[in-house]
Each structure stands twice: as C-alpha cells, then as structure tokens.
C-alpha cells in the first residue's frame, strides 16, 4: 500500500460487516507482475456475504488484474488470497466456479443466435435417460430457467428468442440470474452498467441488491462513482495498481468518492501548474490536499 492511501488502511475486513462475519474471499497484500510489470501490488480485498464490494479506478488501474486473480484466471505474485479463510491459489477458473465464485465479463459468452434459455443452461445442461440414450431435457431446461429469472423479477415474453436479441442490460440480468442459480457465492461483475444507457444501467444495479440481498458476496468493478454508491457497502479505489481508498459506506459520501475517482490531488496540482498560465480560470478546483472540495467532482453523468 502508498503512502498516499487515505481511509481505513487495513481496515477492509472489518469495516464493513458485522463482528465475526469471515469474509468470503480475501486478498491480503497481494499483488501481480506480468514479467517486470506490476501490474498490483499490496491490494487488500474482502467479500463478505450480503455485501456489494466495489472496485473502482481508472484505465490501467489494475481492476481486470484484480478479478483475474480471484476468478482463477491468473495467478498472484505476492501476497495472499483466501478463500473461507484458507489460502488458496486457483490454476483454472473451473476451480474458482467450484469453490462458488462466478464471473460475469463484460463481453458476456454467450451465443447470440442460441435462445435464451439454452444460453442459461450453456455448459451445464440438464439431460434425461439412462446412459447411452442420454439426452438433453428440453422442457425442464425451460421450465427451470423461466422460473429463475421471474424469482429475479425478469419476465421475458419468449424464452425462445435469441439471446442476441436482449438488451445489453437484459442480458447482464440473465447472466447474473444464471450466476445465482448454478449456486454462486461470490459474483463478480466486470464494468456490467459501462456500455449502458441510464435506465438499463438501473435495471442491472437493481439485479446486483438482489444478489446481494439473496445472500451474495458481490464484486462491483466500475468507473462510475455514481453507480458505485447506488449498491456499493465498501468502496475499493485503486490507482496505478495499488490501493488508493478503502472506505466503507458510513465513512465516504458520494462526493468525496467521486473526486478520489476524478484524482483530486491530480487536479489539484494540475490547479497549480495552470494559475500560472495567463486566461485559465482555476477557480473551483480544489487546493492541494483538499479532497472534500465540491468542484473537483466529475460532472453528474459524465464520469
Ligand atoms: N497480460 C498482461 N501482460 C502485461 N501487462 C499487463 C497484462 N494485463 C494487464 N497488464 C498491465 O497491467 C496494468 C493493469 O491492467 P488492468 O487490465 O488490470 O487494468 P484495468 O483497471 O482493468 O483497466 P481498464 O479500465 O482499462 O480495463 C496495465 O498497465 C496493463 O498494461
Ligand atoms: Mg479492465
């Protein structure tokens, strides 16, 4: 961790979640280099069930490296990662997904042409018959995913459709519904709501309390400080691969996230070097060190 770290330094498994709550996943110091890149270094992390974690920064920050490392799709370099406390190192996303933590990416693999419900199933299919006459149960695939996605308050009018033909937001919601129901512990969402317009945005926020309320330990990877604080109970920042602000909910607003994402101190400086170029008007940028300052904040809507 920086020394520029502001917020509640090591304080990420316990801030967040009732005393003796063990988080679900933890990452303790952990890090990534990808040969002579440091790609993350000194992150803490803990999911706990019940909770939305979000992970904000900006491009480069290291976010994907982050969710590589507890999807099972990379492995740390340095540090810890725990899972129900036991340190773990997963080789394959196969042994994360076993261990009840599901990904949803951004590009969700799904087969466009293939009819929503199938998609549901995809690579965990439901079958009928005895050995060798096994084949797949149609109806009850259906059936089951139909009732899944109306307990996620999800009604389609024809489970038949191509799945393509959803929305971007319908199909995150599908994803999510399918992540709930093959028994996921942990979710992670990779930027779910980046591509989105401001309603769909909402409908995938309002599937991620769900989640959550079902008991979920949630990952929320985002940009958007906005979206962040709508579901968010702890607040991740990081910046150029280290952790710059971990918060919970009771000890950051809105405000002052949104600036940490805008990199107040950033613009300050920036403020700094620009009072000294005749016709720049700097006033409303925030002083060095001044985090809290109202102006410093991306515009509603544009973050
Ligand atoms: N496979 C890789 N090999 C080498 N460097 C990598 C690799 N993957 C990521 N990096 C580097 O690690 C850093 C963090 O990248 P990462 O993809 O985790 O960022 P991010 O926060 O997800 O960014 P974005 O918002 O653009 O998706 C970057 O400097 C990137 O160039
Ligand atoms: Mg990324």
Redesign the pocket.
């Known amino acids: 961790m920086t020394d520029n770290t502001t917020g509640t330094q090591g304080a990420a498994t316990s801030d967040t979640a009732p005393d003796g709550d063990r988080p679900l996943v933890e990452l303790r110091a952990a890090g990534k280099s ?2 002579n ?1 440091r ?2 270094h000194g992150v803490d992390l803990a999911v706990h069930p019940g909770r939305v974690t979000c992970v904000l ?10 969710i590589k490392i507890i999807s099972g799709l990379h492995q740390h370099t340095e540090g810890e990662f725990l899972v129900d406390g036991e340190p773990v190192r997963f080789s394959t996303p196969r042994e994360a997904l076993d261990r009840g933590i599901a990904t949803v990416y951004q590009d969700l693999a799904v087969v466009p042409l293939m009819p929503v419900w199938r998609n549901f199933f995809l690579g965990s299919e439901m079958t009928k018959g005895p050995w060798p006459l096994r084949r797949l149960d149609i109806d009850r695939m259906k059936q089951t995913a139909d009732h899944e996605l109306r307990e996620m308050g999800i009604v389609l009018d024809d489970l038949e459709q191509p799945i393509g033909t959803l929305s971007g937001g319908q199909r995150q919601c599908v994803a999510i519904a399918r992540a709930v129901y093959f028994g996921a512990r942990v979710l992670i969402l990779d930027e779910p709501t980046a591509a989105l317009g401001v309603k769909q945005s909402g409908v995938v926020l309002k599937y991620i309390a769900m989640a959550r309320d079902r008991g979920l330990g949630v990952i929320f990877i985002t ?1 958007n400080p906005h979206h962040a604080y709508m579901v968010g109970d702890h607040f991740s920042v ?1 910046r150029l ?1 280290t952790l710059e602000l971990s918060a919970g909910r009771s000890e950051i607003g809105l405000e002052e996230l949104t600036n940490h994402m805008a990199g107040g101190a950033e613009l300050a400086a920036l403020k700094h070097e620009l009072a000294q170029v005749r016709g720049v008007d700097t006033e409303g940028l925030p002083e060095e060190g001044d985090l809290q300052a109202p102006a410093a904040a991306t515009p509603e809507g544009k973050s």
């Open positions: 990808y040969g890149i790609a993350l920064g900006d491009n480069g920050a290291g976010k994907s490296t982050l940009h990081l691969g």
